[in-house]
C-alpha cells in the first residue's frame, strides 16, 4: 500500500475534459456517467515529477491516504510492473480490477499482442469520474479492444460479455489486478466463472467434440422431417408464462401441481426429469435436450410419446431416431446457416451455461417468454440425491461447498452447480424485463428471481387457459426436397475444401520447417524469411476462407490450444520459434483430421440419402 502524508503540487479540474470524456463514454456505451458532489473529499489529484497526474484516495488508512501510482514517473514504474505479467504470447483476454488513472492499463495494452482484448472491471464510479476531470481517456474509452465497466449496470453485463469473447475466440484467459486495489468479491466471482468456461470448453473439445459433430451431420442430412424454433416462436401467445422443469431432487416435493397448471403454462421438462414426470403421470408440452452423449432411455418413457423435443443440432443421434418427426431445432450456427439457410437464424457464441436448464432458459429467450418459472432447479445436494430420479448417472465428484439456500439458510453445492446458477444469475440480470420465479421449494438461491411455491404460481401467475397442442400442429418441417439437394452440394464443396487444407497444410508445414530455422540461426527479418512468410499467409488464408476449417477447429480438433493463431507474431526471433514449433506440429497433424473428417461427412451423407430414399419409397 502507497500510503501519502506529502503534499505535492495540486492539479485543477479541467470540466471541459470530463465533459469530453463523458460525451464519448455515453457515445459508445449508452451510459450517463455521474459525478459525486462529495468527490473531492475522497479524492485528490496532484501532479509527478514528470508532469503525469497521480491520484490519492483520502483518509484510506488513519490519518493517510493512500496513493494510486508513482509519484516519480508514473507510465514508467507502470510499464516495469506489465514486464512482471506472466502472460502466454498467444491471444488473451484478460480482466482487470482497477481504472486507476489509465497508466496500468495503457502499459498492459503496449506490452500485449495487438489481438488482445481487456475487460476493465471499475469498482467506483466516482473515481473514474473523478479522474475524467484530469485527463483525456477519448484513446481509452473508445478503442475497440478495450471495454470499460464502470456503472453498476455495466459491471452486471461483464460476465456475459466475457464469455460470449471466450466461447467465441477461445483465448487465453487471465485476472489481474491494477496495482493499490483490493481483492473485490464481484471480480473474484467474474474469474472463476471464466476459470470454469475455459475448463468445461477445454474438456468438451477433447471428450465430446467430435461425437457432437457426428449428431450435427446426422440432423443436417435429416431435415427434411424436422421443425426450427423460429417457425415455433411466431405461433406462441405473447402472455404464455414458461415453466422449466428440472430434474434436481426438489421436483418430488411438487411435481403433482402441474397437472393443475397444465393447460395454464408452457410445461418444457428437461430431458432426465421425465423418468419422474412418468411415475406421476404429468405430459409436459415439450422436452429439452442437448447432449450428444446422453443416453435416449431418459426420454423413451410413456409421456413423451407424442411430444415434441426442442433440441441442439448435436443432440445424441438415437435420440434424434427417437423423435425422428417431432424435432424442433434450435442453436443453430454459422454452418446450419450455409446448409439450411437464413431460416434458421445462426446463434454463434450463445452462452447456455454448460446444461440443459441453461439450454431452456435460452429457449425462453428467443421465444421472448416474458415469465419463467424454475422447477426442480436444486443446484444443490437434498440429503444426499443429486438428482429426483434417484439414479446414479451424473454423480458430481467435485469438491462440494455450502452456498446461500432459498430458505435463508446454506446448501451443499459443487463448483459445477455453482456455475450452472452464475448462468442463471448472468441471464436474469441481461433480461431485466423477464420474470422469473423460482418455485423449486427447495436448493441454491438464485439471484434476481422471486421465491414462490409452485402451488402459488399455479393459483396467481398461471391463471389463464391457452391451447398448447394448436401451436405444434401444422408445423412446417425444415427443409423440402430441393432444399435438401442444396444441402448436399454445399456438403459436396465441403468435401473438396477438405482437400484442398490438407494439401496446403503439407505446404505450410515445410515452410515452417524452413522459417523455425532461418528463426534459430539467422534473422527472421531477413528477405528469404519474408518471401517464404507471404507464400505461408498465401496458403493460410485459402484454409481460412472455408466454412469447414472453422467447423474442424470447433469440433474436430482434439486440442483446441494447438490451433494456432489467425496472425503469427514473429516480430523477432525469440517470438518466432515457438510460433513456428508449434505450428509445424499443428499442420504436420491437419491432413490426418481432414481426411478422418472427410470419411465421416461421406457416411453421414450417403446415410441421408438411403434414408432419402426409402421415405420416396413409402410415399410411393
Given at each position: 500500500?502507497?500510503?501519502?502524508?506529502?503534499?505535492?503540487?495540486?492539479?485543477?479540474?479541467?470540466?471541459?475534459?470530463?465533459?469530453?470524456?463523458?460525451?464519448?463514454?455515453?457515445?459508445?456505451?449508452?451510459e450517463?456517467?455521474?459525478?459525486?458532489?462529495?468527490?473531492?473529499?475522497?479524492y485528490?489529484?496532484?501532479?509527478?515529477?514528470?508532469?503525469e497526474?497521480?491520484?490519492?484516495?483520502?483518509?484510506?488508512?488513519?490519518?493517510?491516504?493512500?496513493?494510486?501510482?508513482?509519484?516519480?514517473?508514473?507510465?514508467?514504474?507502470?510499464?516495469?510492473?506489465?514486464?512482471k505479467?506472466?502472460?502466454?504470447?498467444?491471444?488473451?483476454?484478460?480482466?482487470?480490477?482497477?481504472?486507476?488513472?489509465?497508466?496500468?492499463?495503457?502499459?498492459?495494452?503496449?506490452k500485449?499482442?495487438?489481438?488482445?482484448?481487456?475487460?476493465?472491471?471499475e469498482?467506483l464510479?466516482?473515481?473514474?469520474?473523478?479522474?475524467?476531470?484530469?485527463?483525456?481517456?477519448?484513446?481509452?474509452?473508445?478503442?475497440?479492444?478495450?471495454?470499460?465497466?464502470?456503472?453498476?449496470?455495466?459491471?452486471?453485463?461483464?460476465?456475459?460479455?466475457?464469455?460470449?469473447?471466450?466461447?467465441?475466440?477461445?483465448?487465453?484467459?487471465?485476472?489481474?489486478?491494477?496495482?493499490?486495489?483490493?481483492?473485490?468479491?464481484?471480480?473474484?466471482?467474474v474469474?472463476?466463472?471464466m476459470?470454469?468456461?475455459?475448463?468445461?470448453?477445454?474438456c468438451?473439445?477433447?471428450?465430446?467434440g467430435?461425437?457432437?459433430?457426428?449428431?450435427?451431420?446426422?440432423?443436417?442430412?435429416?431435415?427434411?422431417?424436422?421443425h426450427i424454433?423460429?417457425?415455433?416462436?411466431?405461433?406462441?401467445?405473447k402472455?404464455?408464462?414458461?415453466?422449466?422443469?428440472?430434474?434436481?431432487?426438489?421436483?418430488?416435493?411438487?411435481?403433482?401441481?402441474?397437472?393443475?397448471?397444465?393447460?395454464?403454462?408452457?410445461?418444457?421438462?428437461?430431458?432426465?426429469?421425465l423418468?419422474?414426470?412418468?411415475?406421476?403421470?404429468?405430459?409436459?408440452?415439450?422436452?429439452?435436450?442437448?447432449d450428444?452423449?446422453?443416453?435416449?432411455?431418459?426420454?423413451?418413457?410413456k409421456?413423451?410419446?407424442?411430444?415434441?423435443?426442442?433440441?441442439?443440432?448435436?443432440?445424441?443421434?438415437?435420440?434424434q431416431?427417437?423423435?425422428?418427426?417431432?424435432?424442433?431445432?434450435?442453436?443453430?450456427?454459422?454452418?446450419?446457416?450455409?446448409?439450411?439457410?437464413?431460416?434458421?437464424?445462426?446463434?454463434?457464441?450463445?452462452?447456455?451455461?454448460?446444461?440443459?436448464?441453461?439450454?431452456?432458459?435460452?429457449?425462453?429467450?428467443?421465444?421472448?417468454?416474458?415469465?419463467?418459472?424454475l422447477?426442480?432447479?436444486?443446484?444443490?445436494?437434498?440429503?444426499?440425491?443429486?438428482?429426483?430420479d434417484?439414479?446414479?448417472?451424473?454423480?458430481?465428484t467435485?469438491?462440494?461447498?455450502e452456498?446461500?439456500?432459498?430458505?435463508?439458510?446454506?446448501?451443499?453445492?459443487n463448483?459445477?452447480?455453482?456455475?450452472?446458477?452464475?448462468?442463471?444469475?448472468?441471464?436474469?440480470?441481461?433480461?431485466?424485463?423477464?420474470?422469473?420465479?423460482?418455485?423449486t421449494?427447495?436448493?441454491?438461491?438464485?439471484?434476481?428471481?422471486?421465491?414462490?411455491?409452485?402451488?402459488?404460481?399455479?393459483?396467481?401467475?398461471?391463471?389463464?387457459?391457452?391451447?398448447?397442442?394448436?401451436?405444434?400442429?401444422?408445423?412446417?418441417?425444415?427443409?423440402?426436397?430441393?432444399?435438401?439437394?442444396?444441402?448436399?452440394?454445399?456438403?459436396?464443396q465441403?468435401?473438396?475444401?477438405?482437400?484442398m487444407?490438407?494439401?496446403?497444410s503439407?505446404?505450410?508445414?515445410?515452410?515452417?520447417?524452413?522459417?523455425?530455422r532461418?528463426?534459430?540461426?539467422?534473422?527472421?527479418?531477413d528477405?528469404?524469411?519474408?518471401?517464404k512468410?507471404?507464400?505461408?499467409?498465401?496458403?493460410?488464408?485459402?484454409?481460412?476462407g472455408?466454412?469447414?476449417?472453422?467447423?474442424?477447429?470447433?469440433?474436430w480438433?482434439?486440442?483446441?490450444?494447438?490451433?494456432?493463431?489467425?496472425?503469427?507474431m514473429?516480430?523477432?526471433?525469440?517470438?518466432?520459434?515457438?510460433?513456428?514449433?508449434?505450428?509445424?506440429?499443428?499442420?504436420?497433424?491437419?491432413?490426418?483430421?481432414?481426411?478422418?473428417?472427410?470419411?465421416?461427412?461421406?457416411?453421414?451423407?450417403?446415410?441421408?440419402?438411403?434414408d432419402?430414399?426409402?421415405?420416396?419409397?413409402?410415399e410411393?
Amino acid at each position: 500500500m502507497a500510503a501519502d502524508k506529502m503534499q505535492r503540487t495540486a492539479i485543477i479540474k479541467d470540466e471541459k475534459i470530463r465533459e469530453k470524456n463523458f460525451e464519448l463514454y455515453k457515445q459508445r456505451y449508452g451510459e450517463e456517467l455521474t459525478i459525486n458532489p462529495d468527490e473531492d473529499k475522497k479524492y485528490r489529484m496532484e501532479e509527478a515529477d514528470d508532469g503525469e497526474i497521480v491520484l490519492y484516495i483520502r483518509d484510506a488508512v488513519p490519518g493517510q491516504d493512500l496513493r494510486l501510482n508513482s509519484i516519480y514517473n508514473p507510465s514508467y514504474e507502470a510499464a516495469r510492473w506489465a514486464e512482471k505479467q506472466e502472460i502466454l504470447n498467444r491471444r488473451t483476454t484478460l480482466a482487470i480490477l482497477g481504472f486507476s488513472t489509465s497508466v496500468f492499463i495503457r502499459a498492459l495494452f503496449k506490452k500485449l499482442r495487438p489481438d488482445s482484448m481487456f475487460f476493465v472491471f471499475e469498482p467506483l464510479e466516482d473515481l473514474f469520474s473523478f479522474v475524467c476531470a484530469f485527463a483525456d481517456l477519448s484513446d481509452i474509452i473508445m478503442e475497440p479492444r478495450i471495454k470499460l465497466y464502470v456503472t453498476d449496470n455495466q459491471r452486471k453485463n461483464i460476465s456475459n460479455d466475457m464469455v460470449h469473447d471466450l466461447a467465441t475466440f477461445r483465448p487465453e484467459s487471465k485476472g489481474i489486478i491494477t496495482p493499490f486495489y483490493s481483492e473485490n468479491e464481484a471480480f473474484t466471482k467474474v474469474c472463476a466463472e471464466m476459470e470454469n468456461v475455459m475448463a468445461s470448453t477445454a474438456c468438451y473439445q477433447q471428450d465430446r467434440g467430435r461425437n457432437a459433430l457426428r449428431c450435427r451431420m446426422y440432423a443436417w442430412n435429416h431435415m427434411r422431417n424436422a421443425h426450427i424454433l423460429a417457425d415455433l416462436r411466431d405461433r406462441i401467445p405473447k402472455d404464455i408464462p414458461l415453466i422449466i422443469v428440472s430434474a434436481g431432487p426438489s421436483l418430488r416435493k411438487n411435481v403433482e401441481v402441474l397437472k393443475k397448471i397444465k393447460g395454464h403454462a408452457f410445461i418444457l421438462a428437461t430431458d432426465r426429469a421425465l423418468i419422474v414426470l412418468d411415475e406421476y403421470d404429468v405430459t409436459p408440452d415439450a422436452i429439452i435436450s442437448l447432449d450428444a452423449e446422453k443416453s435416449p432411455d431418459f426420454m423413451n418413457v410413456k409421456v413423451a410419446r407424442d411430444i415434441p423435443v426442442i433440441c441442439s443440432y448435436q443432440l445424441n443421434i438415437d435420440s434424434q431416431k427417437l423423435f425422428y418427426d417431432r424435432r424442433i431445432f434450435y442453436h443453430a450456427l454459422g454452418y446450419e446457416y450455409d446448409l439450411i439457410g437464413p431460416k434458421v437464424e445462426a446463434q454463434n457464441g450463445l452462452d447456455q451455461g454448460g446444461n440443459v436448464s441453461g439450454g431452456a432458459f435460452t429457449v425462453c429467450e428467443f421465444l421472448d417468454i416474458k415469465t419463467v418459472i424454475l422447477i426442480g432447479q436444486d443446484l444443490a445436494f437434498l440429503n444426499g440425491m443429486h438428482h429426483a430420479d434417484k439414479r446414479s448417472d451424473g454423480t458430481p465428484t467435485g469438491k462440494t461447498r455450502e452456498i446461500p439456500g432459498i430458505d435463508g439458510g446454506t446448501v451443499v453445492s459443487n463448483d459445477m452447480w455453482i456455475g450452472f446458477r452464475d448462468f442463471f444469475e448472468r441471464r436474469i440480470a441481461a433480461n431485466p424485463d423477464m420474470r422469473v420465479i423460482d418455485a423449486t421449494e427447495g436448493g441454491a438461491f438464485i439471484e434476481g428471481t422471486e421465491i414462490m411455491t409452485l402451488a402459488e404460481v399455479a393459483d396467481t401467475v398461471c391463471t389463464k387457459e391457452y391451447n398448447l397442442q394448436k401451436i405444434f400442429d401444422d408445423l412446417p418441417f425444415a427443409q423440402d426436397d430441393k432444399e435438401y439437394e442444396e444441402t448436399l452440394k454445399c456438403e459436396d464443396q465441403w468435401l473438396k475444401d477438405l482437400d484442398m487444407i490438407a494439401k496446403n497444410s503439407e505446404e505450410i508445414e515445410v515452410l515452417c520447417r524452413q522459417l523455425l530455422r532461418i528463426s534459430k540461426y539467422q534473422n527472421i527479418d531477413d528477405a528469404a524469411a519474408a518471401k517464404k512468410l507471404n507464400k505461408m499467409d498465401k496458403l493460410r488464408l485459402e484454409i481460412y476462407g472455408t466454412r469447414i476449417n472453422t467447423l474442424m477447429e470447433e469440433f474436430w480438433i482434439e486440442d483446441l490450444y494447438s490451433i494456432p493463431d489467425y496472425t503469427f507474431m514473429v516480430r523477432n526471433n525469440e517470438e518466432a520459434i515457438p510460433v513456428f514449433e508449434s505450428a509445424m506440429k499443428f499442420y504436420g497433424k491437419y491432413p490426418e483430421d481432414c481426411m478422418s473428417l472427410k470419411k465421416e461427412l461421406q457416411e453421414a451423407i450417403a446415410r441421408g440419402k438411403e434414408d432419402f430414399e426409402k421415405e420416396k419409397e413409402a410415399e410411393r
